[in-house]
């Protein structure tokens, strides 16, 4: 042994000689020792060859500082509560001499999965009888309870329910508005339908000094002609003596149904009543004149 160790660290001065090489292990021997089967022969007659260990089971020191050799065998150590447990080579090492005794190797490949032990009974709780079988919890009938939000939350909400009320009031009140008018309209025509007609037709009898001495007043008749009001006079009830008076013409949608009426006023203070024409808020003067010797009506210079 002293012998080829000297020859392996000798040092030559020599060009022609060189240093000899340390081997390490060959396939055959990795699986030789890992297997445990007989080392293989081998040929002493190099010096290359490098010393090998003679502990059994041990990998060449080469061997195990490059890993180049197999994995590691695995082992199985059975527990008392029926489960196995699985080592290494190098923690079965550090394991105590009963785990090491009862260990037995495993093929690589074929580890099973580690199975559970028996459940182990809880004091904390009352075992059941193992042939009593519990139905589920009944589906609870109560209501759930509905989600009440907090303070914050309905103070966050409070400006926009604000504006979305105010919003709808005012739609509402938009609307109202509306309807409102229109059914005012159609009440107003239906009144002027029952009072006046259609055509517009209004009726008066007037003492305004174109009659007789036995029959003073004058019967007129004031008409809405498609937006155009004609007056007519008939004094003393008499249709011979008939006048027409042309007042002014109406423009605008639905002035046709305008109701026209009439009165009576001494606005330029000569004792003879003039003719007032209304037409809704708007009020036309016709003087009561003396002309070419026939008293008649003639619209007033500011008309």
């Known amino acids: ?53 003679e ?3 041990r990998l060449p020191t080469s061997t195990r500082r490059y890993n180049l050799a197999a994995p590691e065998r695995e082992y199985l150590i059975p527990l008392t509560d029926d489960t196995a447990l699985y080592v290494t080579e190098r923690e079965l090492a550090t394991t105590g001499r009963d785990s090491q005794a009862a260990a037995r190797q495993v093929t690589p490949g074929a580890r099973t999965q580690r199975q559970p032990g028996p459940a182990q009974p809880n004091p904390n709780r009352a075992e059941l009888p193992p042939d009593v079988i519990y139905a589920p919890p009944a589906r609870s009938t109560q209501a759930p309870q509905a989600y009440a939000p ?35 309209n159609w009440w107003q025509v239906q009144q002027d339908d029952w009072q006046y007609g259609r055509p517009r037709t209004f009726q008066i009898d007037w003492n305004v000094g174109h009659g007789t001495a036995s029959q003073p007043d004058s019967h007129f008749i004031a008409q809405n002609l498609n937006r155009k009001i004609v007056i007519i006079e ?13 007042g002014p013409s109406l423009i605008g949608l639905g002035q046709d149904l305008t109701p ?12 003879h ?8 808020d708007a009020t036309y003067l016709f003087l009561n004149q003396l002309v070419r010797g026939v008293w008649q009506f003639v619209p007033a210079p500011n008309q």
């Open 150 to 184: 907090t303070l914050r939350e309905r103070r966050s909400r409070l400006p926009g329910r604000v504006l979305l009320v105010l919003g709808i009031v005012m739609i509402v009140m938009l609307l109202g508005y509306v309807l409102l008018n229109l059914l005012t």
């Open 1 to 53: 042994m002293a012998e080829q160790l000297r020859e392996q660290h000798a040092f030559y001065y020599d060009e022609h000689q060189r240093i000899p090489r340390r081997r390490s292990a060959s396939r055959q021997d990795l699986e030789a020792r890992r297997t445990g089967t007989a080392r293989p022969t081998r040929t002493p007659n190099t010096a290359d060859d490098d010393i090998l260990d």
């Open 234 to 246: 008939i004094p003393a009830d008499d249709p011979s003596k008939a006048k027409m008076y042309v």
């Open 273 to 280: 009543p003039d003719l007032l024409i209304h037409v809704r």
């Open 55 to 57: 502990r059994p089971g």
């Open 260 to 271: 026209v009426t009439l009165s009576f006023e001494d606005r330029n203070h000569d004792g």
